[in-house]
């Protein structure tokens, strides 16, 4: 399974970026692909979630109704649509998958990761 992220860059408070987060190597019904990102000196976070069947989207609380997750089935992708960024919103973001909904925004029981792509936010 490979999990390639890209769409990340420098871009203005108040700006907008979309991620995109291709997926290859498994069918991916019953799956739920995330989001999480991690800024220097903190842990890795949950930023969104959704599942690869239904479309059924989670978000954290700190990025809800500016971030929007989704997926293009036929293209095997899944995007996060980020507007209204705010400087804290800079960190290494990573696509993530994993089997089943339970527990969506616990790093660990995510069992396949992307590489990283970099969103900063200047203010």
């Known amino acids: 399974v490979q999990l390639q992220a890209s769409g990340g860059g420098l871009v203005q408070a108040g700006g907008s970026l979309r991620l995109s987060c291709a997926a290859s190597?498994?069918?991916?019904?019953?799956?739920?692909m995330g989001w999480f990102r991690q800024a220097p000196g903190k842990e890795r976070e949950f930023v969104a979630a959704?599942?690869?069947?239904?479309?059924?989207?989670y978000y954290a609380d700190s990025v809800k109704g500016r971030f929007t997750i989704s997926r293009d089935n036929a293209k095997n992708t899944v995007y996060l649509q980020m507007n209204s960024l705010k400087p804290e919103d800079t960190a290494v973001y990573y696509c993530?998958?994993?089997?089943?909904?339970?527990?969506?925004?616990?790093?660990?029981?995510?069992?396949?990761w992307g590489q990283g792509t970099l969103v900063t936010v200047s203010s």
């Open positions: 993530a998958s994993k089997s089943g909904i339970y527990s969506y925004t616990v790093k660990d029981n995510y069992m396949y």
């Open positions: 959704c599942t690869w069947s239904s479309g059924t989207t």
């Open positions: 190597g498994r069918t991916f019904s019953g799956y739920v």
